[in-house]
């Protein structure tokens, strides 16, 4: 069972726990097994609300969307305010406290499995980074909401089958969410982004992106991936090769006009970067039936 705060719940806020025999089942199903949840729930301006944990079971995501809360997580304090997301992993001491003037307002869920561990790593999450800043995501919120629209069906099995992959899917949805970057690094990635998209009939540099960015092409080109985890000349060939591949969806275009197209007056050698991007050539890719 999970671990969840005895905090009494007034009427505009929810807490939903999963029974234990569903758990069982949960924790036996092929399509849950990895990751399934244990409770999760939703406190408006949450007064009074506090938890003192030294022995954590489960893995607890908590998103802040008004008010503040004070935690301390392994000695550690911190102040958690609206737009933060934090994480509580298994096997964390730690205890929280609404603000008493300004309570936090909070979605959360317990979950467990598997792949608990992987799904922390893939949202940033590790001993240095207990908090992440997300500031205001309505697409967080409607996958948080995903998971209360199980209520009222009777802890049915099929019901909580559907919560278990929509938790899957709000953890996969959080580091698009997360900018690391800073609104600065944002605009000038927009800038970058933009720029690429205009020309997407040319071939660019890694100079002449490097010169938009100010930086020297080195330096550019590190940051870069640093910000995306990809080079920036990769992500405008990928690009190019989503818009070969709209092209080659919509029209009867040739091949070799596409390529010329997109800035390439050697059709062969953009197939050859098309195939190594899509795991198939052009011609392939057109005659493959989709529906």
């Known amino acids: 069972m999970a671990q969840t705060s005895q905090w009494p719940v007034p009427g505009d806020s929810i807490r939903y726990v999963v029974p234990a025999p569903t758990i069982r089942l949960l924790s036996e199903h ?29 893995n607890l995501l908590i998103y802040c969307t008004d008010g503040q809360a004070f935690l301390n997580m392994e000695g550690e304090s911190y102040t958690v305010s609206a737009g933060d997301l934090l994480l509580l992993p298994a096997g964390t001491r730690h205890r929280y406290t609404a603000h008493p003037e300004a309570p936090w307002t909070i979605h959360w869920v317990h979950y467990t499995g598997p792949l608990a561990t992987d799904f922390q790593k893939y949202m940033g999450f590790d001993s240095s980074v207990r908090i992440r800043h997300l500031g205001r995501q309505p697409r967080l919120l ?3 909401n995903g998971l209360l629209s199980v ?89 190019k090769v989503e818009r070969a591949c709209q092209m080659l969806d919509a029209t009867s275009l040739s091949f070799a006009e596409i390529s010329h197209r997109l800035g390439y007056d050697d059709a062969y050698y953009f197939s050859r970067l098309f195939k190594k991007v899509m795991g198939q050539s052009p011609r392939d890719y057109r005659h493959t039936p989709r529906h």
């Open 30 to 58: 092929p399509l849950t097994r990895d990751l399934y949840p244990l409770a999760f729930g939703h406190y408006r301006h949450a007064a009074g609300h506090h938890m003192h944990r030294e022995h954590h079971r489960d």
């Open 151 to 239: 209520r009222q069906t009777g802890f049915r099995a099929s019901g909580l089958i559907h919560a278990a992959n929509r938790l899957r899917q709000l953890l996969t949805a959080i580091p698009i969410s997360i900018d690391d970057t800073g609104h600065e690094r944002t605009a000038e990635l927009d800038t970058i982004h933009n720029y690429m998209h205009e020309r997407l009939d040319e071939r660019i540099t890694l100079e002449q992106l490097a010169d938009l960015a100010g930086l020297s092409p080195a330096h550019f080109a590190t940051r870069y991936k640093e910000q995306t985890g990809t080079s920036p000349i990769q992500h405008f060939l990928h690009l």
């Open 142 to 144: 409607v996958d948080f």
